[in-house]
């Protein structure tokens, strides 16, 4: 059962699900706004306890409504805090002027913009701009938000940082740079992806004391996939079990001076649970790639004749790291395209099938039963389209790549998307930029292909094995740093977050 607070929303359907609350359930829309001032104020308070000045930017909507609320309680709590607003409160309406009044009526005062010494404050609240921002702040919140940005000052978000796209979490032009982000209702996928965390900083989110049925009002939300999914997905291995009860995974790929990616890949399986583990490349390095690494099974082929008969055995299948582009590349790559177990496609694989997917038969290609792994310029080539694009949209990309390909896809990045082909979609906030190196994309097909050996359908192995990776990489990076950090340094902690304690 997916926690309320690991619902992710468009939004859209953040104003239905405010909607529903006020509606549906009665809440009148000022005590919605207490509720939501008041969660800023209180996890302010307890991030940032020794912040004794405060001030309150204040923009037109109920996102400043939410910021004149937060200052009316330090009003009354003693603490020092100065409100500007980048709009006249008198020229507010509905609940947003009912929470100016209710400042003013505490003996609140606004102060003009600009603000002179911003860094002389211990904490600034972001309340200008909310959710229905949709092009790049202009005017006076465009010098607001890039002088808060210079100060240095703490910054704590109201709902989401100032200049961020709710949907898509890129930056428009220019985005506050927050520490911490109190986000209610529902909380905001773009906060979880591209630019958002760079943004957002520590997210908290409140429901506002809105009934589970609020958020259940809108049956396409997204997810947030946490560690609690390998408990979940992996259970406690029953002792009277032998190596075939975890699977026989083939890792297909590597043509010559790419030897590595497929070794890569092939220990991460091992090292995430799979029986075993069989690597097919050249013959050239065959003899060479498992030296340091024994427990790997290494086949070397000339082309894909008699690899046909290792498919067939096969619990599931990797290809495409270090595949190449050229003939022997292409000739492997048909072949495991015709493999009755599920496939994982990376790297030089969704290469290959960028080129040639429009002239091969439905029935020469794994449909349903594949994951694709692409990183955005990989999703361009597959999508027809160029990387930023891409990240324009990276939710709406990795569904259209599923749709597409009838596929589960992975897209990489900050904040990896998984998406099927039926919508549904989750974002992993896992991970860091110490993973932005080479051979950690072999590493996670590695994963994924060893979670397929043991039993998970492709969604569940797609999301297992994204979480697996991403926070045996933050373990890697806590224990090491993220400068510097190796693809193999993330294999090695992988026994250690698969096998949680306690």
């Known amino acids: 059962m997916t926690d309320q607070a690991d619902r992710l929303y468009t939004a859209e359907q953040v104003r239905r699900l405010d909607k529903c609350a006020i509606e549906g359930h009665g809440i009148p829309g000022i005590d919605l706004m207490e509720r939501a001032g008041r969660s800023v104020f209180e996890v302010a308070r307890q991030v940032f306890p020794e912040a004794r000045k405060w001030l309150v930017l ?54 003009t913009w600009p603000i002179e010494n911003l860094e002389d404050y211990d904490l600034v609240f972001d309340a200008l701009l909310g959710t229905g921002l949709d092009r790049e702040p202009s005017g006076d919140y465009d010098a607001a938000i890039d002088s ?31 520490d911490l982000t109190v986000t209610f209702i529902g909380s905001k996928r773009g906060l979880f992806t591209a630019d958002g965390p760079d943004y957002a900083g520590e997210v908290h989110f409140h429901d506002l004391e809105t009934p589970d049925s609020v958020r259940d009002s809108e049956t396409n939300s997204g997810i947030l996939i946490q560690e609690n999914i390998i408990i979940e997905n992996l259970p406690v291995r029953r002792r009277n079990s ?15 001076g790419m030897s590595g990616a497929i070794r890569l890949c092939g220990e991460a399986a091992l090292r995430s649970g799979a029986g075993k583990v069989t690597l097919v490349t050249k013959p050239d390095h065959a003899g060479l790639v498992n030296l340091s690494c024994p427990e790997l099974m290494v086949r070397g082929f000339e082309n894909s004749e008699g690899l046909e008969a290792l498919l067939a055995g096969a619990d599931a299948v990797v290809t495409g790291t270090g595949l190449g582009q ?38 020469e290609l794994p ?13 361009g080539r597959l ?20 749709a597409h390909y009838s596929a589960v896809v992975v897209l990489k990045g900050c904040g990896t998307v998984i998406a099927d082909a039926q919508g549904n979609y989750a974002i992993c906030p896992l991970g860091n930029p110490g993973m932005a190196s080479a051979g950690t994309g072999d590493v996670l097909a590695g994963v994924i292909g060893a979670m397929l050996c043991q039993g998970l359908d492709t969604w569940n192995a797609a999301t297992t094995g994204v979480v697996a990776h991403a926070s045996a990489g933050d373990l890697a990076a806590s224990l090491l740093g993220e400068r510097g950090l190796m693809a193999s340094d993330i294999t090695e902690q992988l026994p250690l977050v698969l096998n949680p304690s306690g």
């Not at 330090?74 to 400042?103: F, M, Y």
């Not at 050229?326 to 493999?339: I, L, N, P, T």
């Not at 449909?367 to 999703?379: R, S, V, Y």
């Not at 999508?383 to 599923?402: H, K, M, N, W």
């Open 367 to 379: 449909l349903d039963h594949w994951i694709l792994t692409p990183h955005p310029a990989e999703a």
């Open 58 to 111: 204040c923009g037109a909507g109920n996102n400043g409504g939410d910021g004149y609320i937060v200052a009316r309680l330090a009003l009354e709590a003693g603490i020092a805090v100065t409100v500007c607003p980048l709009k006249s409160p008198d020229g507010l309406q509905g609940d947003a002027a009912r929470a100016a009044r209710r400042w003013r009526e505490a003996g609140g005062l606004p102060q």
């Open 326 to 363: 050229g003939g022997w590349s292409e000739d492997v790559f048909r072949a495991c395209m015709k493999a009755n177990a599920p496939v994982v496609l990376d790297a030089d694989g969704l290469n290959i099938l960028a080129r040639l997917f429009d002239e091969m038969e439905a029935s």
């Open 148 to 178: 808060l940005n210079r100060s240095g000052c703490a910054v704590v978000a109201v709902d989401i940082p100032s200049g961020l796209h709710a949907d898509s979490g890129v930056a428009m032009g220019r985005a506050v740079e927050a």
């Open 383 to 402: 999508l027809a389209c160029s990387p930023t694009e891409i990240q324009q949209d990276r939710v709406g990309a990795a569904q259209r790549l599923a």
């Open 242 to 256: 032998h190596k075939g009860s975890y699977g026989w995974l083939l890792a297909v790929g590597s043509d010559l």
